[in-house]
């Protein structure tokens, strides 16, 4: 079974600019996960897509997007982009049970803002 | 909402001993909390998970224990490695999402 697939691995973009990231699950996953990874704030919560639907949203600001198509391939926009958002950026998918699932992350996207 | 405290941000043991790492929660509702292996460069990597109506759980050298009362869980590796060398995190699940710890550097020294 094919793990977790994340494109780019690598974004270098400049402040004020914005981007996609992409996400696609393993198959059978409905349930995909959006997680910033930086050395001082360890995984923090960006956002679910269940279903096509976001089901959980953690505290970002309305800059960071994102959404779930039919297929459960995910993608995360960053608009209007600060050198803070400089970071990995992990999705991980999962069979959404509401008790809870075992997360499993693909490879990251490492953004550079500069 | 859920807040997960880890400790020791950074853990050295000689090759041989064991290695616990703990963590606790502030939500009692949580009631699914994994433990996740990230190697330099790599994606983080379910290593162990238990519910909260279970009070431990072994796979090989690696045990997991939970204190419901307390709210407190610890992973514990027995005979350490060098390949056991790398970032540990510990998680809560609250019902809605997974929170995690800052993480643990654990080496290993041969």
């Known amino acids: 079974k094919a793990g977790v697939t994340q494109t780019p691995r690598y974004l270098i973009k400049t402040r004020g600019q914005q981007v996609t990231l992409s996400c696609s699950p393993i198959?059978?996953?409905?349930?995909v996960s959006w997680y910033q990874q930086t050395p001082g704030q360890g995984l923090q919560f960006l956002f679910e897509y269940f279903s096509e639907t976001q089901r959980n949203k953690g505290n970002f600001p309305g800059r960071f997007s994102g959404r779930q198509f039919s297929n459960s391939r995910s993608e995360m926009n960053v608009s209007t982009l600060e050198l803070g958002d400089s970071a990995l950026y992990l999705c991980?998918?999962?069979?959404?049970?509401?008790?809870?699932?075992?997360?499993?992350f693909g490879n990251g996207t490492r953004l550079t803002v500069t | 909402g859920e807040n997960v405290e880890q400790h020791p941000s950074t853990l050295s043991v000689q090759e041989g001993d064991s290695a616990v790492i703990k963590c606790t929660y502030s939500d009692s509702a949580s009631n699914y909390f994994p433990w996740y292996k990230q190697e330099l460069g790599k994606r983080p990597q379910l290593i162990i998970d238990?519910?909260?109506?279970?009070g431990e759980k072994k796979d090989q050298r690696i045990a997991v224990t939970l204190n419901k009362t307390a709210k407190h869980f610890s992973l514990h590796i027995t005979e350490t490695q060098p390949e056991d060398s790398a970032v540990y995190f510990c998680a809560a699940y609250d019902g809605n999402k997974l929170v995690f710890g800052a993480g643990t550097i654990l080496r290993v020294k041969s």
């Open positions: 238990i519910r909260s109506n279970v």
């Open positions: 991980a998918s999962s069979l959404g049970d509401r008790g809870g699932s075992p997360l499993h």
């Open positions: 198959s059978g996953h409905r349930s």
